[in-house]
């Protein structure tokens, strides 16, 4: 049956048991991990300013890196206090906002959780990718870089993603894919299983531009990882000469986005797996598809804390000496 599995895509309350404290909590250690890799970021810009006051030297991977926590920071302050009106209110989230066109469609404020939740889950796989080549090409193509890549690229790059991300994400709200809402009541996303091509076409386009992205993020670190090792091995075994010193830069960004792509691989594959399942073998299972999107929301929470820890002295003394 088509609505199999799917107990409350309907439902105007609540499903009763759940609490908004871990919803709390995760909002909390977001938004506060967010503003302090905002704060460290807007330290480093500061650092970083030139002699007689001229404008600070901030590399693009910085401007993308703000661009990241900004992204994160959004997400959190839209979605998560949507979250807590249901809890707050005992509603649905259809049932808390306008009501759809029709009788089996979710409510308006439900298809805008959907949109807003697809949005935020692909627009920082973006960034990472625009990341990942701005790593690999200031360690394979230098010169390359050094002539093209500015930090108005890197701040135009930001806004270009987002207006993609969002055209793309737009596209169940024109009928192409449905959004619903999942159990307790508190979350809707797109429908991953049930219904026809036009319903189930949007999940898996989702699901494969993002596992698409992974691999192009893994390809471009990997290359990266390739170079440095070669300028390791060129490298004299007492003492490194001083030529090689500007590369420490290049690889604190490396390991950074290194850490970033192994916590965002984790978080998306769930997702990815669910939407190939529900598309091709009707896998119902919602419980396993709310679990996707929860490991989905996660990854924004604890990025900025994995970019915290790793701006500390110890943590980057000890990854330099390895």
Same mark, same amino acid.
């Given at each position: 049956?088509?609505?199999?599995?799917?107990?409350?895509?309907?439902?105007?309350?609540?499903?009763?048991? =759940?609490?908004? !404290?871990?919803?709390?909590?995760?909002?909390? @250690? *977001?938004?506060? /991990? %967010? +503003? &302090?890799?905002l704060l460290?970021?807007? =330290?480093?810009?500061?650092?970083?300013?030139?002699? /007689?006051?001229?404008?600070?030297? !901030?590399? @693009? $991977?910085?401007?993308? +890196?703000?661009?990241?926590? !900004?992204?994160?920071? #959004?997400?959190?302050?839209?979605?998560?206090?949507?979250? &807590?009106?249901?809890?707050?209110? %005992?509603?649905?989230?259809?049932?808390?906002?306008?009501? *759809?066109?029709?009788?089996?469609?979710?409510? +308006? &404020?439900? =298809?805008?959780?959907? $949109?807003?939740?697809? $949005? $935020?889950? #692909?627009?920082?796989?973006?960034?990472? #990718?625009?990341?990942?080549?701005?790593?690999?090409?200031?360690? *394979?193509?230098?010169?390359?870089?050094?002539?093209?890549?500015?930090?108005?690229? *890197?701040?135009?790059?930001?806004?270009?993603?987002?207006?993609l991300c969002a055209l793309f994400c737009a596209l169940p709200l024109l009928g192409f894919g449905a959004p619903m809402q999942y159990c307790p009541g508190t979350w809707c996303f797109i429908r991953m299983a049930g219904g026809g091509p036009r319903q189930l076409g949007f999940p898996v386009l989702y699901a494969s531009l993002m596992g698409l992205l992974v691999l192009a993020i893994v390809a471009c670190n990997v290359s990266s990882m390739r170079h440095l090792y070669g300028m390791a091995r060129r490298q004299p075994r007492r003492g490194a000469p001083p030529a090689a010193a500007p590369r420490m830069e290049e690889l604190d960004h490396l390991v950074l986005l290194g850490l970033m792509t192994v916590l965002f691989t984790v978080c998306s594959l769930p997702l990815i797996i669910r939407a190939y399942m529900g598309a091709f073998a009707a896998d119902f299972n919602e419980n396993a598809d709310l679990s996707a999107l929860r490991f989905l929301s996660v990854n924004s929470i604890v990025d900025p804390w994995v970019f915290i820890i790793f701006r500390t002295s110890v943590f980057r003394t000890f990854v330099r000496r390895v």
């Open positions: 049956m088509e609505t199999e599995g799917y107990r409350c895509r309907s439902s105007r309350y609540i499903e009763s048991g =759940q609490s908004a !404290v871990p919803s709390s909590v995760l909002f909390a @250690a *977001g938004l506060l /991990g %967010n +503003v &302090l890799a460290l970021l807007g =330290q480093h810009r500061r650092r970083s300013r030139s002699p /007689g006051g001229r404008p600070p030297r !901030v590399s @693009a $991977f910085y401007v993308l +890196v703000s661009g990241l926590a !900004v992204t994160d920071l #959004l997400g959190k302050c839209l979605l998560s206090p949507i979250v &807590l009106a249901a809890y707050a209110y %005992n509603r649905s989230l259809s049932e808390l906002g306008p009501g *759809g066109r029709g009788e089996d469609e979710p409510g +308006v &404020l439900c =298809q805008l959780f959907a $949109f807003l939740m697809a $949005f $935020f889950g #692909l627009a920082p796989t973006l960034l990472l #990718l625009a990341m990942a080549l701005e790593c690999w090409l200031s360690l *394979g193509h230098p010169y390359f870089y050094r002539r093209h890549l500015t930090r108005r690229l *890197g701040a135009t790059l930001g806004p270009a993603a987002a207006g």
